[in-house]
């Protein structure tokens, strides 16, 4: 499969895969990784045809060959920016829609770097009065469409790629406040709950908006369980919601138990 020259968008190859392959990729990002024995029994086929598959799989840039079967991709490369905003954008916005109902009028808020937030930021355009903090000029500048905000940005290194803003400033401009809501996105959650991203400057905003948020939400669509990243920011048990699109699988549904984390489901969602 040829990704060419131009720059390389995760979303439009997986929009492409034939069917088995798709369900492959999906078994991948619910589970962490799949066995070619274990594939083979539940597609019966050869596994033959089944290396085939993850080899396809491998060469989009979706899958990595580990001995045995395959799974996610490394821990210290994300996705492009572009990438980001197509994969899974369907659930984004309808989680983002559902975080909205969450937030009243008047409220005061963080919103942080992330392709969910922004997403975020548009379901709350239509919101009044809202007092709203963030290092990311996406979403100051979708929230500028209601004159009736007041939008603080912080100081800092503005990101080319995706806009988002980081540095001492940063997060010492954060610091200064204590909001209703803090808004926060991640790369990826661990089986044992461990919140992870790529950049650790960025993990360290994530961390400053959680000390000085009185009710945390998370936003994170299916993609984000079990996926990988270097950088830790904290524990599933540390946020006082989770928003996603549909059931997490059953270890997840332990820790947020366990941390008596509030799970909201988007509508249209699976359960």
Known sequence: MNTGDREYNAADVIRTLPRRQKAIY?????????SIEGLSQHFSVTPQ?????????????????????AGLLNSVENFTYSTRKSLCS???????????QFIPNNASLFLDIGTSTEEVARALVDKTGLRVITNNLN????????????????????????LGITGEAAIDFISQFKV????????GIDPDGTLIDFDYNEVRIARAIISNSRQVFLVADHSKFNRSAMVRIGNLEEVDALFTDRTPPASFLEIIKRGDVNLHIAPGGKH
Not at 49 to 69: E, F, M, P, V, W
């Open 49 to 69: 045809t089944i290396r085939r598959d993850i080899n396809n799989l491998c060469s989009a840039k979706l899958l990595q060959r580990y001995h045995g079967g």
């Open 180 to 187: 209703d809501f803090g808004i926060i996105s991640v790369a």
């Open 26 to 34: 999906d078994m991948v990002l619910e589970k962490g990784f799949v």
């Open 139 to 162: 979403v100051a500048s979708i929230l500028g469409q209601n004159r009736g905000f007041e939008i603080l940005v912080s100081g800092g290194v503005v990101r080319n790629h995706d």
């Open 90 to 100: 369907e659930e984004k916005i309808r989680v983002a829609q559902h975080v909205a």
